[in-house]
C-alpha cells in the first residue's frame, strides 16, 4: 500500500507560477510511476502530467505541455509539479497519484491517490 501526501497549492493571479509536491511512502515496492491530476467544478478528472519513476520518461496533457514541469527524487519516493504562467482554466483540485506497472495518462492505472490539494487561479 502507497501512501501519498501532497502539499503546495494556493492562489495565485494569473500569470503567476506555484509548485506542488507529493511524497509517497510506500509500505510494499517502489512506485512504478507518480503524477498529478486535476479535478475542476463539474468536470471529469484527467491527467496533467506523469513521471516514470524507473526512467527519464514524463507526460503531459496539451496544456500543460511548454507551461509545467514534473520532476522527481527517486530516494525520496517525491514528485514535483512546477506551474508557470498559470491561467484561471488551471483552476481545480490537484491530486497526486501512484501507479504499478503503468506510466502514462490514464487515470485508470493509478490505484493510490491522495487527498488532493487546491490551485485556484484568479484575478
Known amino acids: 500500500q502507497v501512501q501519498l501526501v501532497e502539499s503546495g497549492g494556493g492562489s495565485v493571479r494569473p500569470g503567476g507560477s506555484l509548485t506542488l509536491s507529493c511524497a509517497a511512502s510506500?509500505?510494499?515496492?517502489?512506485?512504478?510511476?507518480m503524477g498529478w491530476f486535476r479535478q475542476a467544478p463539474g468536470r471529469e478528472r484527467e491527467g496533467v502530467a506523469v513521471?516514470?519513476?524507473?526512467?527519464?520518461?514524463?507526460y503531459y496533457s496539451d496544456s500543460a505541455t511548454g507551461r509545467f514541469t514534473i520532476s522527481r527524487d527517486r530516494g525520496k519516493y517525491t514528485v514535483y509539479l512546477e506551474m508557470n504562467n498559470l491561467n484561471p482554466s488551471d483552476t481545480g483540485m490537484y491530486y497526486c497519484?501512484?501507479?504499478?506497472?503503468?506510466?502514462?495518462?490514464?487515470?485508470?492505472?493509478?490505484?493510490?491517490w491522495g487527498q488532493g490539494t487546491q490551485v485556484t487561479v484568479s484575478a
Open positions: 510506500a509500505r510494499t515496492g517502489t512506485p512504478y510511476s
Open positions: 513521471a516514470c519513476m524507473d526512467a527519464e520518461t514524463e
Open positions: 497519484a501512484s501507479a504499478a506497472g503503468y506510466c502514462g495518462l490514464q487515470n485508470y492505472f493509478f490505484a493510490y
